[in-house]
């Protein structure tokens, strides 16, 4: 699940042998701040919950940083700020994040689990508000499973390879193409039955 | 796109820029016989123009920027030289509201957000152990190797982690072994070790620490036991849904076992 990192530390063990100074960490850590919140703020879907994740991931990543002997640096951090987000929605929320894989084909289950369309509101009008509101795909988003909305985020926004969000994800490549193609079809739903409410209307 | 063609994932693929030159001429030449994949093609177009555009584009703030550079100033380790075999102090984030609810000047935040506490310690490390240990239940996670063979284990990890884990079934006990894989844990890969109690999952968990001899001690987290000791230079964490004294006699059995 982690071969990639190991492939690394093996082919850089033969390369370099010396841990890489702790004074580089800013300059290698920040430019990759932006991706690092972006994705802890979609896992936890608030900024305050995200900007703790990504301040714990750093340090972690500080801390484990001599142990680092990849060159995916950005694919490292990423997979630690993922592991920090989980840990943190499981421990604050008692959320148990549950797998989605097992209806593969995307049949009946998938269909159920269409994230909920906003609430149309009481009159006619604040229907219309809502449904014009640029803010659509951001609900749509946040309402995703989390493990469909994460490889969405790092495939349309973070416009990462497959690989590259197998490697973060800790997941098959199949299962990222699977929960992509899910988290897709669940959006072009959602967002396509909101524009017809909204021509309607 | 609610109707189905057996090629959605290779359209799919294809439009993210994932096949090679011949995949993808062998799928244009499938899409152009094929209605439900252009459009699904087309969808997934449709999606990647709404979502670029209209989606949230969510960055950092220049404080939480800020912050960070201070917790990195603050975490690094004195300049003198000499030491450098030593690893970096390890801390952890104190929760930021918790703490922040506790100190009103924010020029004492930075000083007092960092906590250093002793390796392998602390509720955030059981929280991962439990964490892996339910990646590790769900379907699509495999094992890197399926084996009873401690023999077939054992060597599984050479060349893949920077030590020799302990490999031991208890078969013979009650306590199968079912398969090794490698897992991330405490920043760090780490041998994790599946076993069976009759239908009940077990993930052990373990890594060199040369810390002390530390007896086994128990704790419970989102209805799973977690039982961390560390022996013979080795932190171990095993985590199952099984009773706590059946938990507690694999502990003991495992330190009995040659």
Known sequence: MLDFLFAERRAAKIGMASPQPMASFEAIALPHLGAAYNLARWLMRNADDAEDVVQEAMLRALTYFDGFRGTNFHGWLLQIVRNTAY????????????????????????????PELPDPGDDPETALLH????????????????????????????????????????????????????????LTAAAGASSAAEKTA | MTEHCDMALLVQADFDGELDAAQAASLAAHREACPICRSTYLELQQLRERVRSEVTDHRPSTALRDRIIRQI????????????????????????????????????????????????????LAEQVVASHIRSLEPGNQPGVISTDRHTVKPWFDGKLDYAPPVKNLADKGFPLLSGRLDYLDGRPVAALAYARAKHPINLFLWPDHGPDAAPSVSERDG??????RRDGLALWVVSDVETSELESFVRLWNASP
């Open chain 1, 131 to 186: 449904e014009r509101d640029r803010q659509l795909l951001d609900r749509l988003l946040e309402r995703l499973p989390v493990e469909l909305r994460e490889v969405v985020v790092l495939r349309e926004l973070q416009e990462l390879s497959y690989k590259e969000i197998a490697q973060i994800t800790e997941a098959p490549i199949g299962t990222v193409m699977s929960r992509l193609w899910r988290g897709r079809r669940l």
């Open chain 2, 224 to 229: 799973y036991t977690v039982i961390h000791w």
């Open chain 1, 87 to 114: 840990s943190s929605l499981r421990l604050n929320r008692g959320v148990r994040i549950v797998s989605l894989d097992a209806a593969p084909g995307g049949t009946d289950e998938t269909e159920a689990a269409i």
């Open chain 2, 73 to 124: 100033a603050a975490a690094a380790p004195p300049a003198e030289a000499g030491v450098s075999v030593a690893r970096p102090a390890r801390v952890r984030a104190w929760p930021w509201r918790a703490a922040a609810s506790f100190v009103a000047g924010a020029a004492l935040a930075a000083s007092v957000t960092l906590m250093v506490i002793p390796a392998g310690q602390g509720p955030i």
